[in-house]
């Protein structure tokens, strides 16, 4: 079966999420496990303009295997703010936005553990998050009989397949700004 096999309902969910004039976000973190924390963060919004980018000195060193994907080092954060003094900056600009982000459910996750980490209230609400994994997944149509949905694809594979000419590089303001650009190829198809 060829693809992409985009259902016109796909689309014009696309349509409806640009719609709300969402905002954009990515993480880079320490890792992926229950102690992990957020150590840069990009939030963008639908035209791609930066709402912010920033470093964040998560107070623990960076596994090198994690650093060999996001190239972010521990001597690149040794001077950037901790986490409250970040989420201080962050959490107003997410406030009581839709929000579009490339594998929702991970990034919503860490936002929380590096607030739990910190003993800060997340007023985050996950309907305020809609994933662009999920949406493109159904775009694209490759079923995952094994996860009885369809397949996950990675954000660069989305950018190439939609020739969206920017970058995907795992830094966090780069992946929420080509996470826009997917909503709005898909909102234009």
């Known amino acids: 079966m060829p693809y992409p096999v985009a259902h016109p309902k796909v ?18 973190t320490t890792g992926t496990g229950p102690g992990d924390l957020v150590i840069e963060v990009g939030i963008v919004d639908l035209a791609g303009n930066t709402l912010f980018d920033g470093l964040v000195n998560p107070g623990m060193p960076i596994p090198a295997e994690s650093s060999a994907v996001n190239e972010i080092t521990d001597a690149m954060v040794a001077n950037s703010p901790r986490w409250p003094a970040v989420w201080s900056q962050v959490e107003p600009v997410l406030r009581n936005r839709a929000i579009g ?31 662009m994994m999920k949406l493109f997944a159904a775009y694209y149509g490759e079923w995952n009989s094994r996860g009885n949905g369809f397949r ?9 397949l939609c020739q969206i000419d920017l970058p995907n590089n795992h830094h966090a303001v780069d992946d929420a700004r080509l996470t826009a650009a997917l909503l709005c190829y898909l909102a234009s198809v």
């Open 152 to 160: 996950s694809q990675k954000l660069e594979f989305a950018g190439r």
């Open 101 to 131: 982000i490339y594998n929702a459910e991970f990034d919503m996750r860490m936002l929380r553990q590096s607030c739990q980490a910190h003993r800060l209230p997340c007023r985050l609400e996950d309907a305020q998050a809609f994933c």
């Open 11 to 28: 689309l014009e969910r696309a349509r409806q999420l640009v719609a709300l004039n969402p905002i954009f976000l990515d993480t880079e």
